[in-house]
T-cell receptor, first 113, second 114 residues
Framework: DVKVTQSSRYLVKRTGEKVFLECVQDMDHENMFWYRQDPGLGLRLIYFSYDVKMKEKGDIPEGYSVSREKKERFSLILESASTNQTSMYLC????????????FGDGTRLSIL | AQKITQTQPGMFVQEKEAVTLDCTYDTSDQSYGLFWYKQPSSGEMIFLIYQGSYDEQNATEGRYSLNFQKARKSANLVISASQLGDSAMYFCAMREWNTDKLIFGTGTRLQVFP
């Protein structure tokens, strides 16, 4: 079974802090993704990566950056956290095959005070 | 722009009954894929079923089936014989052609009552 592990289920940080959300997958997947989920808005793509050291902006990249130094690890960085970044963050990975689903971690509920 | 629309914010169904969750999509691509995910209150996203745009048969996976009507651009999820454990949020998503990016709908919260 594919395992996508997010480092924290719940996280509380203060405005202005630099926040790191970590994601690790154990299935040698090329593709990795970061989404945020807000009520009534569904999941929105922040950043994604098709390879090590490669990154592409998603639909809502402002205020975020990412790092992928190793194939199995994809980090989301909030450079200077703000209250409007309070949300549920979900990481996913996939092989990229046409009928292959993305596999998700359990999510991180991030609160910015 | 590609878009997924789920018009039912919430649905109720009695245990053992069937329920249909609606999903319509908008795309100009000829090739695309449609996915349904389940999200229980614990938060994880669970893949349920996939339908490719060129698949002639409706996809089925156990109690889940996808009612795919290409001309109407709809991909409704049908859950047969509902169980209490089916209570969750359900998301419809579309894969963009030639990428692995998913576009999600806003979700439908299903509640199954005894």
């Amino acid at each position: 079974d594919v395992k996508v592990t997010q480092s924290s289920r719940y996280l509380v940080k203060r405005t202005g802090e630099k926040v790191f959300l970590e994601c690790v997958q154990d299935m040698d997947h090329e593709n990795m993704f970061w989404y945020r989920q807000d009520p009534g808005l569904g999941l929105r793509l922040i950043y994604f990566s098709y390879d090590v050291k490669m990154k592409e902006k998603g639909d809502i990249p402002e205020g975020y950056s990412v790092s992928r130094e190793k194939k199995e690890r994809f980090s989301l960085i909030l450079e200077s956290a703000s209250t409007n970044q309070t949300s549920m963050y979900l990481c996913a990975s996939s092989t990229g095959g046409a009928n292959q689903p993305q596999h998700f971690g359990d999510g991180t509920r991030l609160s910015i005070l | 722009a590609q878009k997924i629309t789920q018009t039912q914010p919430g649905m109720f169904v009695q245990e053992k009954e069937a329920v249909t969750l609606d999903c319509t999509y908008d795309t100009s691509d000829q090739s695309y894929g449609l996915f349904w995910y389940k999200q229980p209150s614990s938060g994880e996203m669970i893949f349920l079923i996939y339908q490719g745009s060129y698949d002639e048969q409706n996809a089925t996976e156990g109690r889940y089936s996808l009612n795919f009507q290409k001309a109407r651009k709809s991909a409704n999820l049908v859950i047969s014989a509902s169980q209490l454990g089916d209570s969750a949020m359900y998301f419809c998503a579309m894969r963009e052609w030639n990428t692995d990016k998913l576009i999600f709908g806003t979700g439908t919260r299903l509640q199954v009552f005894p």
